[in-house]
T-cell receptor, first 113, second 114 residues
Framework: ELKVEQNPLFLSMQEGKNYTIYCNYS?????LYWYRQDPGKSLESLFV?????AVKQEGRLMASLDTKARLSTLHITAAVHDLSATYFC?????????????FGAGTTVTVRA | DGGITQSPKYLFRKEGQNVTLSCEQN?????MYWYRQDPGQGLRLIYY???????QKGDIAEGYSVSREKKESFPLTVTSAQKNPTAFYLC?????????????FGSGTRLTVV
């Protein structure tokens, strides 16, 4: 069974500082996804990472994937209040003709002044 | 605009009652999924379907049933056998075989047992 672990589960950020969320997974995969969820809302796609060494950036968020270490990181640069949300990583196991996502527990981010 | 429509947004179920959650997509996506989210937790897969008239159990299928009679529709029935159905239910879809494609999620249905 694929296990996806995120840490930390809760992250209190100070505005203007940098932080990293880690996502470890237990089986071979080169398909990793990051989503954002605001309270009571659905999931918004942030990044799709599809190869070892993949790096994607959007605004203050940057995600990377190391398939050998089975690790993805979501780096937040100079945190701002608008980034307060819950962030999920999800992994699609590398099985032919069987596409589905397994999610981490999520990291709840609160940005304070 | 293309997307996934889930209805209703809020649903109340009495003890012993079956209820059906609707999920419709106009993205021409091949695969559709149902996830359950409990407060403060991640998403768990209930059922998924990659082709019409075929579906597979996810990690927590007990007490749920689905059908896939049309490519664009994937309704979920929460049966009376599901003892703790109160949760947020999310439907998702994706294109198969296109590696760059993410999974698109609907806006969710919040189910409460009364």
């Amino acid at each position: 069974e694929l296990k996806v672990e995120q840490n930390p589960l809760f992250l209190s950020m100070q505005e203007g500082k940098n932080y990293t969320i880690y996502c470890n997974y237990s089986t071979t995969s080169d398909r990793l996804y990051w989503y954002r969820q605001d309270p009571g809302k659905s999931l918004e796609s942030l990044f799709v990472l599809l190869s070892n060494g993949a790096v994607k950036q959007e605004g203050r968020l940057m995600a990377s994937l190391d398939t050998k270490a089975r690790l993805s990181t979501l780096h937040i640069t100079a945190a701002v209040h608008d980034l307060s949300a819950t962030y999920f990583c999800a992994v699609d196991p590398k099985r032919p003709n069987d596409y589905k996502l397994s999610f981490g527990a999520g990291t709840t981010v609160t940005v304070r002044a | 605009d293309g997307g996934i429509t889930q209805s209703p947004k809020y649903l109340f179920r009495k003890e012993g009652q079956n209820v059906t959650l609707s999920c419709e997509q106009n993205l021409n996506h091949d695969a559709m999924y149902w996830y359950r989210q409990d407060p403060g937790q991640g998403l768990r897969l209930i059922y998924y379907s990659q082709i019409v008239n075929d579906f597979q159990k996810g990690d927590i299928a007990e007490g749920y049933s689905v059908s896939r009679e049309k490519k664009e529709s994937f309704p979920l029935t929460v049966t009376s056998a599901q003892k703790n159905p109160t949760a947020f239910y999310l439907c998702a879809s994706t294109i198969l075989g296109r590696r760059t494609e993410s999974y698109t999620f609907g806006s969710g249905t919040r189910l409460t047992v009364v």
